[in-house]
């Protein structure tokens, strides 16, 4: 499985920095999303930035991360903890998988 993890600059030289998140410090390369100042959150994947996050999408994603640490380590998840956007209401699916979506 390949997922993402949501990293904040600590210290940036140029195209590479030094990034911290989910109790890991990375040497993340920087070439795809540009020089970036300490404190931006970045979505990465072996070893690179993929895309500048907003800090409230980092948090969701850690939630996210959170509930599947908790699921594969046996626990039982309340939807909601970990997916507020989701509480209360059935996921829906994308327009282009639904019954006669286009795409």
Known sequence: ??????LRVAQSDGLFAWCEGRGDRRR???????PQPPGTWLL???????EVLAEDE?????????ALEAVL??????IGDY???????EP???PH???GGGG
Not at 73 to 78: F, P, W
């Open 97 to 99: 998988l639904r019954r």
């Open 92 to 94: 829906e699916l994308p």
């Open 28 to 34: 993340i390369d920087l070439a795809l999303v540009g």
């Open 58 to 66: 980092a948090h969701r994603i850690n939630r996210a991360l959170d």
């Open 73 to 78: 380590g046996g626990e039982q998840v309340e």
């Open 1 to 6: 499985m390949c997922v993402g993890i949501p």
């Open 44 to 50: 990465t994947f072996l070893g690179s930035a993929r």
């Open 83 to 89: 997916f507020a956007d989701l509480a209360g209401r």
